[in-house]
């Protein structure tokens, strides 16, 4: 069965620093695999998608993940934090044979002035 | 083109009462998947309807049903309401493909006293 891993529950930052957040996947066949923020009382925003081909993926306000098939992982990195990527973020993974989703718990992303 | 749209935004209830949420999905797809997120933690996944029939489902109760209509809206209702059931609902939609994005809504908050 999926199921993802989200490393951190909180990570605190300083504006300008590098994000990373971490996601680790559990699956049986190649997943996809997918990131989404959410502001507070709001739902949740693709911000970016690992379907086929590059491993390298570029999502929006320039968070960008890497697919690693041998360490099963999804990162998402920033590399300069803005107040404005204060959120939560969600880790979520979808088999190529069933159409839903199974979402980490989530890593709330603190950025500091 | 509005995209996801969900009612009510909030909704308070006393347990053993039952509940419907609604769901309006983007214009265009024809898929609404259905999310229960509890606080502090990721979406989890409910149920997914297609041609107005339940496709997939997760490990959630009977209690937990669903409709979708020929115009592709849904409802969620939930029967005999524990405490248990406070949560954000979220409702997603998207094309009946593969690994599609799924957009989400803003939710139903419901609180169960």
Not at chain 1, 12 to 32: D, I, K, T
Not at chain 1, 34 to 49: A, D, I, R
Not at chain 2, 98 to 108: A, K, L, S
Request: proline share 5%; aromatic share 12%; net charge neutral.
């Amino acid at each position: 069965a999926q199921s993802v891993t989200q490393l951190g529950s909180h990570v605190s930052v300083s504006e300008g620093a590098l994000v990373l957040l971490r996601c680790n996947y559990s699956s049986s066949v190649p997943p996809y695999l997918f990131w989404y923020v959410q502001y507070p009382n709001q739902g949740l925003q693709l911000l970016l998608k690992y379907t086929t081909g590059a491993t390298l993926v570029k999502g929006i306000n320039g968070f960008e993940a890497e697919f690693k098939k041998s360490e099963t992982s999804f990162h998402l990195t920033k590399p300069s934090a803005l107040m404005s990527d204060a959120a939560e973020y969600f880790c979520a993974v979808s088999e190529r044979a069933i159409n839903d989703m199974r979402f980490g718990a989530g890593t709330r992303l603190t950025v500091k002035p | 083109d509005a995209g996801v749209t969900q009612s009510p935004t909030h909704l308070i209830k006393t347990r053993g009462q039952q509940v419907t949420l609604r769901c309006s999905p983007k214009s265009g797809h024809d898929t609404v998947s259905w999310y229960q997120q509890a606080l502090g933690q990721g979406p989890q996944f409910i149920f997914q309807y297609y041609e107005e029939e339940e496709r997939q489902r997760g490990n959630f109760p009977d209690r937990f049903s669903g409709h979708q209509f020929p115009n592709y809206s849904s409802e969620l209702n939930v029967n005999a309401l524990l405490l248990g059931d406070s949560a954000l609902y979220l409702c997603a939609s998207s094309l009946r493909q593969i690994g599609e994005t799924q957009y989400f809504g803003p939710g139903t908050r419901l609180l169960v006293l």
